[in-house]
């Protein structure tokens, strides 16, 4: 059941990127594009809709702050999407067209490519999960140096490419709204388009992902260096009639 849902989300985000070439596809095959994502994230949300009832047992620090505010974005940026793909669409539900002007086309637009950026950093906290379960179907238990340093170097190329297609793609013009008439030109290259974007989503993935490692790492360390460590590491230092003094404020604390 957990493969079938996780094979229906990576339909849905593939859906997703095809939706985002329109001027390839052309206005039909972009609507069905959009309603077939619409129905699997419905199914998303039926499946996973035990969370929504754990948002107040949530911690509430770090991580857990972090992902409930990420799909609450999420949900916005999808409503957004949808309500506007009712209002411009002419082909499935053209008898809403007449209040889809031009703003709301923009809003589509922003709300399109909000919704790549929100959902890689959505992947990219559950890439733990993935990773996991991707060892346990290879029946990969043993840790590897080799496998590791591999993997990583793969990720930063992959987010350095992811820089360069946010360049490419206009992406800071479209998640800010501004009026561009920078399009990809799909005479010259489709599968040009579709890497950038993928890109751009492991650019985000690997900044989730390696932000929330970093977060961890330095909560550890935190969390191992309290007040009774610092004075003990004093102790090794200080001098003879400090050291009386060092050692009642250890005591005091303990």
């Not at 999808?78 to 002007?101: D, E, P, Q, R």
């Not at 929100?118 to 999960?129: D, F, N, Q």
Request: proline letters at 1%; charged letters at 10%.
């Amino acid at each position: 059941m957990f493969l079938t849902r996780l094979a229906f989300d990576l339909i849905a985000a593939g859906l997703l990127l095809l939706g985002l070439a329109y001027w390839w596809l052309g206005n039909t095959a972009h609507e069905l594009t959009g309603t077939g994502m619409f129905l699997l994230v419905i199914m998303h949300n039926v499946f996973n809709r035990r969370w929504y009832g754990r948002i107040s047992k949530e911690k509430r620090h770090g991580r857990g702050l972090f992902n409930i505010g990420v799909t609450l974005l999420l949900l916005v940026a999808m409503l957004a999407l949808l309500v506007t793909s009712v209002l411009i669409s002419n082909t499935l539900s053209g008898f809403m067209s007449a209040y889809g002007g031009f703003t709301v086309r923009q809003i589509h637009t922003l709300a399109a490519y909000w919704v790549l950026v929100i959902v890689s950093v959505h992947l990219g906290l559950r890439w733990p999960m993935i990773v996991g379960l991707m060892r346990n179907l290879f029946g990969i238990s043993k840790a590897s140096t080799v496998r590791t340093t591999a993997l990583r170097a793969a990720a930063f190329a992959i987010a350095i490419h992811g820089v360069w297609s946010s360049f490419e793609l206009g992406l800071g013009t479209k998640l800010a709204m501004q009026v561009t008439l920078d399009w990809w030109n799909f005479e010259e290259s489709v599968l040009g388009f579709f890497v950038h974007c993928i890109a751009v989503a492991g650019l985000y993935m690997a900044l989730t992902y390696y932000g929330m490692k970093w977060l961890q790492h330095r909560r550890s360390m935190t969390s191992s260096i309290g007040p009774g460590t610092e004075i003990t590491r004093g102790l090794k230092t200080a001098t003879h009639p400090d050291r009386s003094t060092a050692v009642n404020d250890q005591q005091a604390i303990g």
